[in-house]
């Protein structure tokens, strides 16, 4: 298991996986940065401008119960 790093808005509860790390103190988080991650995190901002958002690391609390984001449903045309 690694760390996961989400963005989440806790006006609306809903929550977007952007990247993942590890337990390492030296290496820093590897952000997904695929064509339809790109969009959905574009996206994230837009629908969520103006409300309160959080970023962090293991973030399991307090937004476990929120919805999480299904990037490749949604956010398809990637070109890889
Ligand atoms: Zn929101």
């Given at each position: 298991?690694?760390?996961?790093?989400?963005?989440?808005?806790k006006d609306?509860?809903?929550?977007?996986?952007?990247?993942?790390g590890s337990?390492?103190?030296?290496?820093?988080?590897?952000?997904?940065?695929?064509?339809?991650?790109?969009?959905?995190?574009?996206?994230?901002?837009?629908?969520?401008?103006?409300?309160?958002?959080?970023?962090?690391?293991?973030?399991?609390?307090?937004?476990?119960d929120y919805?999480?984001?299904?990037?490749?449903?949604?956010?398809?045309?990637?070109?890889?």
């Open positions: 298991m690694s760390q996961t790093y989400s963005i989440a808005c609306c509860k809903k929550a977007l996986w952007i990247a993942q337990y390492s103190v030296k290496e820093r988080g590897h952000v997904y940065t695929t064509q339809a991650h790109s969009k959905a995190l574009f996206a994230f901002f837009i629908a969520h401008e103006k409300h309160h958002l959080i970023f962090g690391v293991n973030v399991e609390e307090p937004i476990i919805d999480e984001i299904e990037i490749d449903s949604k956010y398809s045309g990637d070109e890889q």
